[in-house]
């Protein structure tokens, strides 16, 4: 086989989103291959591999970045990368984990495995997270959580008979009395619509959008069926369902289609499911009118001196040729956007987010919120930045949830602080630092 048909074939195990698989070379070809990779939670990517690679191999990863890109196949500039802080495997080598920066947003992310798996690895941020409970009277936390393509469970047996270690775990469990609650933000068509939810398991608890099914959860044929009707899903709508588990159902099946001003009912396709801390906003989705001053004139040794200045406080986040904080982006080369640009991140920082400094919220688990920019800090923790540019140590053991913000950490209000003289300045020497 040559080596270009072993490459990565794009496209999901399940014809669906999250997953990407690899075609395997020959039989005497040693390298290992993917079943399926997905962001097992914010911090977090899974590979399940076809053969084990060992722990040296694995740790050989960390320090590595994952670029990220718009959604598609094309090879345009990242809009960012993150950092692979930790890496581990699992399931005597078949199971690989990856300890990264938070994802920020929905997009294409490719996975630095070479030499170690050949061929580009993607993965994105579509799917459901399955959360499992065990026993008749479930805890407050699950006994494990999971990544499906879609909302069908019926992707654990497909996934592990692909060779997946984890997806044959809890396929294995779904035979066991509990729970399954599978959580994920629904892409809807545009309109007024009917959603069905069915599953072939009893359903315990189904909420959609807005509210709870209507008329309540009808049982069918030792199942369940939830109706909802929706005016207009201008944002993705929240789905959580919740089933039993069991030796009476010990492999349930699950549906969700949609039908429109009457016209026939169709299962959704498992591109419209991304899972549930996916940020959907990551900037404003308008550009506030401002009225642009004359910014021609200024002076750029006295716009240096006002960038490092503890009034302006730039330097305290930014870098212009090596100098400065890492908060937020290098402005090195931002003064080849223009002027105009200039003054908008500065009025309006939250316009336009660079994605790789994305504010997150931090709750932990003692009750604690922490807020900022958050990096990966090793396998074990993460470090916040506030807008104060104070850095705290956080294990990841102790968040509870992390959720990507829609505003910039840049904090309003600096224009009327310096005053046009020195604005002026600024942008002048913003403008004269770019490198040829």
């Known amino acids: ?139 407050v936390e699950p006994t494990w959580k999971g990544w499906l393509p879609g909302p069908d469970p019926a992707a654990f047996r497909d996934l592990a008979a692909r060779g997946s270690a984890p997806h044959g775990r809890w396929a294995a469990d779904l035979a066991k009395p509990g729970q399954l609650r599978l959580d994920a933000l629904v892409k809807l068509p545009a309109g007024k619509l009917e959603a069905v939810i069915e599953s072939s398991a009893p359903i315990v608890e189904c909420l959609f959008g807005d509210g709870e099914p209507e008329g309540g959860i009808a049982e069918v044929d030792g199942g369940g069926r939830a109706r909802f009707a929706i005016a207009d899903a201008s944002q993705p709508a929240f789905l959580s369902l919740t089933i039993r588990t069991g030796p009476d159902a010990p492999a349930p099946v699950v549906r969700l289609s949609v039908a429109a001003d009457g016209a026939p009912a169709r299962d959704l396709e498992p591109s419209r499911f991304l899972l549930p801390w996916a940020s959907t906003t990551l900037a404003s989705s308008h550009r506030e009118p401002l009225t642009i001053p004359d910014l021609a004139g200024g002076d750029p040794a006295k716009g240096e001196e006002v960038f490092f200045s503890k009034e302006a406080l730039c330097s305290q986040c930014h870098v212009v040729k090596g100098r400065g904080g890492e908060v937020g982006p290098d402005l090195t080369q931002t003064g080849r956007q223009g002027a105009e640009y200039l003054y908008r991140s500065i009025a309006a920082p939250s316009e336009v987010i660079v994605p790789d400094f994305v504010t997150h919220t931090v709750s932990l688990k003692d009750g604690r919120v922490a807020a900022g920019v958050v990096r990966a800090e090793g396998a074990d923790a993460v470090r916040v930045i506030d807008t104060e540019a104070k850095s705290t140590t956080i294990r990841r053991d102790e968040i509870d949830d992390l959720r990507s913000g829609a505003t910039s950490i840049m904090p309003v209000g600096l224009i009327p602080v310096l005053g046009e003289a020195k604005l002026r300045d600024l942008v002048a020497y913003l403008m004269s630092t770019p490198s040829p």
């Open 1 to 139: 086989m040559p080596a270009s048909s072993r490459r990565l074939v794009f496209g999901s195990v399940l014809a669906g989103i999250g997953c990407l698989s690899l075609a395997l070379g020959a039989a005497d070809d040693p390298s290992p291959g993917v079943v399926a990779a997905w962001a097992s939670g914010p911090l977090d990517v899974v590979v399940a591999l076809s053969r084990p690679i060992d722990s040296e191999a694995a740790a050989k990863l960390v320090g590595r970045t994952i670029p990220y890109y718009d959604e598609g196949e094309g090879d345009e500039k990242p809009l960012g990368a993150l950092k692979v802080a930790g890496a581990r495997s699992e399931d005597d080598g078949r199971t690989l984990v990856l300890a990264t920066d938070p994802h920020a947003r929905p997009s294409r992310y490719v996975l630095p495995l070479e030499p170690i798996v050949p061929g580009r690895i993607a993965y994105n941020l579509g799917g459901v997270e399955a959360a499992w409970f065990e026993g008749a009277e479930p805890d």
